[in-house]
């Protein structure tokens, strides 16, 4: 089925940003819509952000205005740059197609201190 791979995570203060980066092999990233997700402890994973090949985006409520989700079709990237960190967004983040999902990649930790 492929290869996810995430990566950029890291502690961050509230308010400060992170930038992560999702490398999937050419048979996922040809699909049509690429997205990230994440999951906290406890809780159900939750999609964040989608974008199509054609670099269409949705966002979740909750980080609308705050994160950007964009593409490098070249290199086969996913990237989401997230500003404005508050403790709420600490979780797990995963990337995955939307159109056509694979195996979970082990994501990439972000915690988001008070």
């Known amino acids: 089925q492929g290869q996810l791979v995430e990566s950029g995570g890291g502690l961050v203060q509230a308010g400060g940003s992170l930038r992560l980066s999702c490398a999937a092999s050419?048979?996922?990233?040809?699909?049509?819509?690429m997205a990230w997700y994440r999951q906290a402890p406890g809780n159900q994973r939750e999609l964040v952000a989608s974008?199509?090949?054609?670099?269409?985006?949705n966002y979740a409520d909750s980080v609308k205005g705050r994160f950007t989700i964009s593409r490098d079709n070249a290199r086969n990237t996913v990237l989401l740059q997230m500003n404005s960190l508050k403790p709420e967004d600490t979780a797990v983040y995963y990337c995955?197609?939307?159109?056509?999902?694979?195996?979970w990649g082990q994501g990439t930790q972000v915690t988001v201190s008070s």
């Open positions: 050419r048979s996922i990233f040809s699909t049509n819509v």
């Open positions: 974008i199509t090949i054609a670099g269409r985006t």
């Open positions: 995955n197609s939307i159109t056509y999902p694979r195996t």
